[in-house]
C-alpha cells in the first residue's frame, strides 16, 4: 500500500512539473523566466535583463483576432486611440507632477484585462451637450410645472457654482440630482483583453496574471507604510525591494502601490472600462493614470476613433 501510494506520489509530482513547463502562461511563466530575472539582477545585467523583456514580448501575444463580441471588438479600436504614454498631456494627465517620462524606458507593460465594457444611449460632449442633456431628462422627469421649474434652477445653481459634474449612473448616483446621471447598461466584464498596440522605437509585453506573480516574488514587498513620514506621504518600497525596483527600472517604470502592500507595474493610462453610446460612435475611457483617474472622451470620425478630450477627475 505504501509503495502505491508513494509511486502515485511521484507521478503527480512529474505530472505537476511538466504542466509548468508545458503551459508557462496558464501556470504563471516558466521557472526559467524567473530565474533569468534573478540572474539578471545579480549579475548587475541590463543584457541579462533585456532578454527577460525580450522572451516575455515574444511569449505573450496580444489576443484582439479573438474578441467574443462586437463591443469587445470596437473596444481594442478605441484602447489604441486611447493608449498614448508618450503623449499623456491629451488625455489630461501631468507628467511633470511624478517626474516621469516613459520616452526613457525601452519597454511598456501593457494590461491584458478589461473590467467592463456599458452602453449609454446617449454620450455628450462638452459641457453644452451635457447641459442639454440634464434640461432634457427634466423636462421628462418632471411634467408638474412647478416641480420642473425647481429642478431647472437647481441646473441652473449647479451650472454657476461648477457643480454640474458628468456622471455615468453605477449602483447608486454621485451627485444630488438624478437627472444629471447617465445610465447605462453592463454589457460584458472581466474581459482578457491584450490588444496589439505599438511604437516605433518600444517593445509591448503584456501584464498576465502569471508575470504579475512572478514580478511580485522577485520585487518582494518591504516598504515604508503610507502616512509614516507624513500626513500626505504615500507607501514606497525600501531597502531590497527598491534595490531591484532600481534594477527593473532600467528597462520599464513601475510604481509602488499608494496604500502600500502591492504594486503597479502597467505602464499608464490603463483603462478601467469603456462606455459606448448605442450607436457605437462616441465612447467614453474610465482610466487609471498613477494615483489618479479619470476619463478620456472619444469620437468616430471617418470610421476612426478620435481622442475629443480627457481630464482627471479623482486622486487617491
Not at 463591443?71 to 491629451?90: C, I
Not at 518600497?237 to 496604500?259: C, D, L, P, T
Request: with cysteine.
Amino acid at each position: 500500500m505504501l509503495h502505491h501510494r508513494c509511486g502515485h506520489d511521484s507521478f503527480r509530482l512529474m505530472y505537476l512539473v511538466a504542466l509548468m513547463f508545458l503551459c508557462p502562461v496558464l501556470y504563471g511563466q516558466s521557472p526559467t523566466q524567473a530565474a533569468l530575472l534573478e540572474k539578471a539582477y545579480q549579475d548587475s545585467s541590463i543584457t541579462l535583463l533585456n532578454q527577460f523583456f525580450d522572451n516575455w514580448s515574444s511569449e505573450v501575444s496580444p489576443n484582439e483576432s479573438e474578441a467574443r463580441n462586437k463591443w469587445v471588438v470596437e473596444a481594442h479600436k478605441v484602447f489604441k486611440a486611447f493608449y498614448q504614454p508618450l503623449r499623456l498631456d491629451k488625455i489630461g494627465c501631468d507628467v511633470n507632477e511624478f517626474e516621469i517620462s516613459y520616452q526613457d524606458f525601452p519597454y511598456f507593460i501593457v494590461q491584458d484585462t478589461l473590467y467592463r465594457i456599458y452602453i449609454a444611449d446617449t454620450i455628450p460632449i462638452g459641457d453644452d451637450e451635457f447641459v442639454a442633456y440634464c434640461k432634457k431628462r427634466i423636462n421628462k422627469m418632471f411634467p408638474d410645472d412647478s416641480t420642473r421649474k425647481k429642478e431647472l434652477e437647481s441646473l441652473q445653481r449647479m451650472i454657476e457654482n461648477d457643480f454640474l459634474h458628468m456622471d455615468f449612473k453605477r449602483e447608486k448616483y454621485m451627485f444630488p440630482r438624478e437627472w444629471s446621471a447617465i445610465p447605462i447598461i453592463l454589457v460584458d466584464s472581466n474581459i482578457s483583453f491584450r490588444p496589439s498596440v505599438s511604437f516605433s522605437d518600444k517593445k509591448v509585453v503584456h501584464l498576465t496574471a502569471g508575470y504579475e506573480r512572478l514580478l511580485n516574488t522577485f520585487l518582494g514587498n518591504k516598504h515604508v507604510e503610507m502616512g509614516t513620514e507624513s500626513l500626505m506621504q504615500v507607501a514606497y518600497a525600501k531597502e531590497e525591494s527598491a534595490r531591484r525596483m532600481n534594477f527593473i527600472e532600467n528597462a520599464v517604470q513601475i510604481f509602488y502601490g499608494h496604500w502600500g502592500g502591492y504594486w503597479q507595474y502597467e505602464t499608464y493610462p490603463m483603462a478601467n472600462s469603456i462606455i459606448f453610446d448605442s450607436a457605437m460612435q462616441r465612447a467614453v475611457v474610465k482610466f487609471r493614470f498613477i494615483y489618479e483617474g479619470g476619463e478620456v472622451f472619444l469620437e468616430k470620425r471617418n470610421g476612426e476613433w478620435t481622442v475629443v478630450s480627457g481630464k482627471l477627475t479623482w486622486i487617491e
